[in-house]
């Protein structure tokens, strides 16, 4: 072969991202879920499914977001727009369902700040 690719018949095609907008709202109605479960203080068999749900929706996200460089100027615009509410709703959602597992003592790993610490000489 002379760097040609592969025929379309044996080629596979790359799997199609979500939606940026359905992601995060399927993301954001998994979390109201975990939300209530924690509120209402449901047992660990209940919160487990709720909690890897969420976590597969977010792993979806990078994906999701990713998809918004191939768009044109003006529609990408649009869909960060359209998404961003959603998006900040979720998250403010997490914080909260984070306050609720630590207050049952349980600590999920969150993000920690980085710190500059300079080596010592």
């Given at each position: 072969?002379?760097?040609?690719?592969?025929?379309?018949?044996?080629?596979?095609?790359?799997?199609?991202?979500?939606?940026?907008?359905a992601c995060c709202t399927?993301?954001?109605?998994?979390?109201?879920?975990?939300?209530?479960?924690?509120?209402?203080?449901?047992?660990?068999?209940?919160?487990?499914?709720?909690?890897?749900?969420?976590?597969?929706?977010?792993r979806q996200l990078p994906?999701?977001?990713?998809?918004?460089?191939?768009?044109?100027?003006?529609?990408?615009?649009?869909?960060?727009?359209?998404?961003?509410?959603?998006?900040?709703?979720?998250?403010?959602?997490?914080?909260?369902?984070?306050?609720?597992?630590?207050?049952r003592g349980l600590r999920?790993?969150?993000?920690?700040?980085?710190?500059?610490?300079?080596?010592?000489?």
């Amino acid at each position: 072969m002379n760097g040609s690719t592969l025929p379309a018949s044996t080629a596979s095609p790359a799997p199609a991202a979500p939606d940026l907008t359905a992601c995060c709202t399927a993301a954001l109605a998994v979390s109201r879920q975990v939300g209530e479960a924690l509120r209402t203080g449901c047992a660990a068999r209940r919160l487990l499914p709720l909690l890897r749900a969420e976590g597969s929706w977010a792993r979806q996200l990078p994906a999701a977001i990713g998809q918004l460089a191939a768009l044109p100027p003006g529609d990408r615009a649009r869909a960060r727009d359209t998404a961003a509410p959603t998006l900040q709703a979720w998250a403010e959602q997490t914080q909260e369902n984070h306050r609720l597992l630590n207050r049952r003592g349980l600590r999920i790993n969150t993000a920690t700040p980085y710190r500059y610490r300079p080596a010592k000489a």
